[in-house]
């Protein structure tokens, strides 16, 4: 049961923990092993798209892993680094854009080289709890990465890594009740990719399988809605950051169909010196440059940075026909932006003149109205995700700022 932090005598709780038992230890000295992944040669066709699950670092986002992006062969996994790592194991990003973050793999996976991957020993340690500590430990192990040596975080760091370990029962208390909360986040990310799949499958029987297809106009994408492709403000002027509007980059879009929050953010002043470049909330967001086709719609005004072109619909009804049109066209985007260059470039132009069937009117208004309950629900899940992540990082640091 979730923790309700206004009812429940936090500070009782905390007492209950008994900080002053518990023991510093070194991660090395709890877990059964402590090791790093591999990569199969990229070159080796035959060594991917089998059914070993492999994760990459950049998958390693503080959260649970139930599945991966890529999969390699029995023969990749043979003739590589790469090794099974138990379920319920705690992942550590040792370098890369995620370095310092964590997950716990919830299948047997294999890893790359820049996993280091934790298997605890459960007679001394709960496995939520050592992720639960490591996650709340990020700006030490961040900092064990900027010293003088200006060195990356290896498997002798992290074994090395001290904390206070509880009573194994005190873990576990902490474990299950932190726990809790990302337990209702899992089941409302799942919730929202079901009723993603279901706009998806409307869209495809209205649009895309509709026998009347061949009857209907083609269209500019710049016929359903104004383009804006993003800009970043100069990074020299403070004053335009770390405001209250959403800047929205790539990573933040991953996995979202609303973006509530970003890493970035501008200030009122930020928004104002590129005014023309301001996306009022439910825009279409498409990445355009480097990685292509990934979709969301902003949830309240924001502005996006370059590699992002976005939809501002003219009509409301056109919001999640263009949402689903371009969560559908990810092959055409692709395509239209594989120019022979070495990074991916959909530019402003070609994506505004993108083609697309534009069917009856009332067809698209019926699809609205019939989707709009799905994306409704979406919107509410995310608002509520957002909560229940603020809960949950309200309470671990209340139970761990003591302990060091």
């Known amino acids: 049961m979730i923790v309700n932090l206004k009812e429940q005598h936090c500070e009782n709780f905390l007492q209950s923990l008994h900080k002053e038992q518990w023991q510093e230890v070194r991660l090395g000295e709890v877990a059964k092993q402590i090791v790093s992944g591999g990569t199969p040669k990229s070159t080796q066709a035959e060594y991917y798209n089998g059914n070993i699950p492999w994760l990459n670092t950049k998958e390693v986002k503080n959260c649970r892993i139930y599945a991966t992006e890529r999969q390699i062969t029995e023969l990749g996994l043979c003739n590589s680094s790469a090794k099974w790592i138990d379920k319920n194991s705690v992942i550590v990003a040792m370098y890369g854009a995620t370095a310092g973050k964590v997950a716990i793999n919830k299948i047997p996976l294999t890893t790359n ?3 280091c991957n934790i298997s605890v020993d459960s007679e001394k340690a709960n496995y939520n709890f050592i992720y639960y500590t490591l996650l709340d430990s990020f700006d030490r192990l961040d900092q064990m990465t900027s010293g003088a040596a200006q060195q990356n975080l290896n498997v002798g760091l992290i074994s090395n890594f001290t904390f206070l370990l509880p009573p194994l029962t ?7 009740i932190l726990s809790s909360f990302d337990d209702k986040i899992d089941l409302l990310h799942r919730q929202n990719k079901t009723l993603e799949s279901l706009a998806l499958t409307l869209f495809r029987h209205y ?5 009347n297809r061949s009857e209907w106009e083609e269209k500019p994408l710049k016929y359903f809605g104004n383009i804006i492709c993003g800009k970043t403000p100069p990074k020299n002027q403070k004053e335009y950051f770390n405001g209250t509007y ?3 980059k790539i990573p933040d879009m991953h996995n979202n169909v609303f973006v509530f929050q970003t890493a970035d953010s501008l200030t009122q002043q930020g928004l104002d010196s590129q005014k023309a470049k301001t996306l009022p909330p439910f825009s279409v967001c498409v990445s355009c440059i480097a ?7 902003n949830a309240n005004i924001a502005q996006t940075n370059q590699q992002i072109n976005s939809i501002v619909p003219h009509k409301e009804h056109y919001r999640y026909f ?17 120019g022979g260059t070495a990074t991916a470039n959909l530019n402003t132009t070609d994506f505004s003149n993108m083609k697309l069937l534009l069917p009856r009117e009332k067809e698209i208004l019926r699809f609205h109205t019939e989707t709009l309950p799905f994306f409704d629900k979406i919107y ?24 060091e």
């Open 380 to 403: 509410n899940n995310t608002k509520q995700i957002q909560n229940l992540q603020a809960m949950r990082d309200v309470l671990l640091k209340a139970i761990f700022k003591e302990r």
């Open 170 to 176: 005190t873990q576990q208390k902490i474990a299950e």
């Open 207 to 211: 649009f895309i399988d509709n026998p």
């Open 322 to 338: 263009l949402y689903c049109s371009m969560k559908s066209s990810f092959d055409e985007l692709e395509a239209m932006a594989s």
């Open 113 to 115: 080289q820049a996993c």
């Open 246 to 248: 959403p800047f929205i």
């Open 291 to 297: 990685t292509i086709g990934v979709v969301s719609m």
